[in-house]
């Protein structure tokens, strides 16, 4: 971080959308932990740190006559938590702009934290509103924004908050910078042969993300859902499984620039299948393009999951993004498995291997494979989004230029 925090009242914009129990107990506190080592910096330089963060969706959920549920979604619910891993004075404004949070803001000393009210809780957070952006602003003396996971959100304390900033009085937290590096470094003249491995549900979402990779890839692998809908684009059965019937086209014209392009596409050749999506289903495996009527493919099969992880092997640049079927149930689960474990075997030789979006993450989270690749990125919209070269605009905010 370019900037010296003597004395700073320092407005960071930190993730703290963690997991909540019925008792509001944090029952992950990872985004908390991500963010820790940018506070703790701030606060040894002699600085103060106000911090600012959603919390989940409280003006879609709320309470029966209109109000805002406050007691389920405020941030008082992480203050004890915070104050035991920062060790330092943690004073909560229940209001992120207005009186209270400027009395609370202007007093602050060097090394004390102040946590404000959920940002959600007012419509102009989403809607980016001058304004209220600008009360924001006027807590705090510099502006951090480390909250990767809302980069691609032009909301209030995301990006407009950093227009009443100097370019000098602005930067990147060290998560942030550590996302936008390792993302970067996969996709500025990275060591090939490059692989890309996508999955998950819909092409749809995907299908931008994979135009991008036709343009530097080697190899792309195709599992999840998705593979389906490339099935049967070329006239493949394939029963029950989950497809987009109208995406076909897109599907055809993406393997035939990939064909005219060189870039290798592997679709799975096999497949997990069942009788139903549930975890006790019949399991049979079967050729992808050969799905019985009444079966759907829920998982890559074995040969599949073998060729995937022997072209991982071989990368010397690998980036993931989705599984390779319904993980979450253990009959469904080998493919991603494999193909993390192969992720984490090209790291170990030497490869660069990203993971990104939410569910591919936690799947390395349950393998426990997540220290031996060689980043996992916190953001799961942002990432996807920042992979298909697209401009985040919580990182133009600061940069004043495009991200890549
Ligand atoms: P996405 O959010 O698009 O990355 O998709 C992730 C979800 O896709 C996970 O919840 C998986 O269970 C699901 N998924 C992966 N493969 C399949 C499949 N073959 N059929 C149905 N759902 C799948």
Same mark, same amino acid.
């Given at each position: 971080?370019?900037?010296?925090?003597?004395?700073?009242?320092?407005?960071?914009?930190?993730?703290?959308?963690?997991?909540?129990?019925?008792?509001?107990?944090?029952?992950?506190?990872?985004?908390?932990?991500?963010?820790?080592?940018?506070?703790?910096?701030?606060?040894?330089?002699?600085?103060?740190?106000?911090?600012?963060?959603?919390?989940?969706?409280?003006?879609?959920?709320?309470?029966?006559?209109?109000?805002?549920?406050?007691?389920?979604?405020?941030?008082?619910?992480?203050?004890?938590?915070?104050?035991?891993?920062?060790?330092?004075?943690?004073?909560?404004?229940?209001?992120?702009?207005?009186?209270?949070?400027?009395?609370?803001?202007?007093?602050?000393?060097?090394?004390?934290?102040?946590?404000?009210?959920?940002?959600?809780?007012?419509?102009?957070?989403?809607?980016?509103?001058?304004?209220?952006?600008?009360?924001?602003?006027?807590?705090?003396?510099?502006?951090?924004?480390?909250?990767?996971?809302?980069?691609?959100?032009a909301h209030a304390s995301?990006?407009?908050?950093?227009?009443?900033?100097?370019?000098?009085?602005?930067t990147f937290g060290f998560?942030?910078?550590?996302?936008?590096?390792?993302?970067?470094?996969?996709?500025?003249?990275?060591?090939?042969?490059?692989?890309?491995?996508?999955?998950?549900?819909?092409?749809?979402?995907?299908?931008?993300?994979?135009?991008?990779?036709?343009?530097?890839?080697?190899?792309?692998?195709?599992?999840?859902?998705?593979?389906?809908?490339?099935?049967?684009?070329?006239?493949?059965?394939?029963?029950?499984?989950?497809?987009?019937?109208?995406?076909?086209?897109?599907?055809?014209?993406?393997?035939? !620039? $990939?064909?005219?392009?060189?870039? #290798?596409?592997?679709?799975?050749?096999?497949?997990?299948? &069942? *009788?139903?999506? @549930? +975890?006790?289903?019949?399991?049979?495996?079967?050729?992808?393009?050969?799905?019985?009527?009444?079966?759907?493919?829920?998982?890559?099969?074995?040969?599949?999951?073998?060729?995937?992880?022997?072209?991982?092997?071989?990368?010397?640049?690998?980036?993931?993004?989705?599984?390779?079927?319904?993980?979450?149930?253990?009959?469904?689960?080998?493919?991603?498995?494999?193909?993390? !474990? $192969?992720?984490?075997?090209?790291? #170990?030789?030497?490869?660069?291997?990203?993971?990104?979006? &939410? *569910?591919?993450? @936690? +799947?390395?989270?349950?393998?426990?494979?997540?220290?031996?690749?060689?980043?996992?990125?916190?953001?799961?919209?942002?990432?996807?989004?920042?992979?298909?070269?697209?401009?985040?605009?919580?990182?133009?905010?600061?940069?004043?230029?495009?991200?890549?």
């Amino acid at each position: 971080m370019k900037i010296n925090f003597k004395d700073k009242k320092a407005l960071i914009r930190v993730d703290f959308n963690v997991p909540l129990d019925k008792e509001y107990n944090i029952t992950d506190d990872t985004r908390i932990r991500e963010a820790l080592p940018t506070i703790k910096h701030i606060l040894e330089q002699g600085g103060a740190a106000i911090l600012m963060s959603h919390l989940g969706r409280p003006l879609e959920k709320l309470n029966s006559d209109g109000s805002i549920n406050r007691q389920k979604f405020t941030l008082q619910h992480l203050v004890k938590h915070l104050r035991k891993k920062l060790r330092t004075k943690i004073h909560f404004a229940d209001d992120c702009i207005g009186k209270v949070a400027v009395r609370k803001a202007a007093a602050l000393k060097p090394g004390e934290v102040l946590l404000l009210e959920n940002t959600r809780f007012y419509h102009e957070e989403e809607g980016g509103d001058e304004g209220f952006s600008k009360k924001l602003a006027a807590l705090g003396d510099v502006y951090v924004n480390d909250a990767f996971g809302t980069a691609h959100r032009a909301h209030a304390s995301t990006t407009v908050v950093a227009r009443f900033f100097d370019k000098n009085s602005k930067t990147f937290g060290f998560l942030m910078e550590r996302e936008i590096e390792n993302a970067t470094r996969a996709m500025k003249n990275p060591e090939k042969p490059v692989t890309c491995v996508t999955g998950g549900s819909k092409v749809s979402d995907k299908i931008m993300l994979l135009e991008k990779f036709l343009g530097y890839a080697d190899n792309i692998l195709i599992g999840g859902a998705m593979a389906y809908t490339f099935f049967l684009a070329k006239k493949g059965a394939v029963g029950n499984s989950l497809v987009e019937a109208d995406k076909l086209k897109t599907a055809k014209e993406f393997l035939k !620039k $990939a064909k005219d392009t060189g870039v #290798k596409v592997l679709l799975p050749r096999d497949s997990v299948c &069942g *009788d139903k999506f @549930a +975890a006790d289903a019949s399991v049979q495996v079967c050729a992808s393009n050969q799905i019985p009527d009444g079966w759907m493919g829920l998982d890559i099969g074995p040969a599949a999951a073998k060729s995937f992880a022997s072209v991982i092997r071989k990368s010397k640049t690998v980036i993931w993004n989705g599984p390779m079927g319904v993980f979450e149930m253990p009959a469904f689960a080998n493919g991603t498995k494999v193909v993390a !474990k $192969a992720c984490a075997s090209a790291t #170990k030789k030497g490869a660069f291997t990203m993971v990104g979006g &939410g *569910d591919s993450v @936690a +799947a390395v989270n349950q393998l426990k494979l997540a220290k031996k690749v060689s980043f996992v990125s916190t953001g799961g919209g942002a990432m996807l989004e920042f992979l298909e070269g697209k401009e985040l605009p919580g990182i133009k905010a600061i940069t004043g230029k495009h991200s890549q």
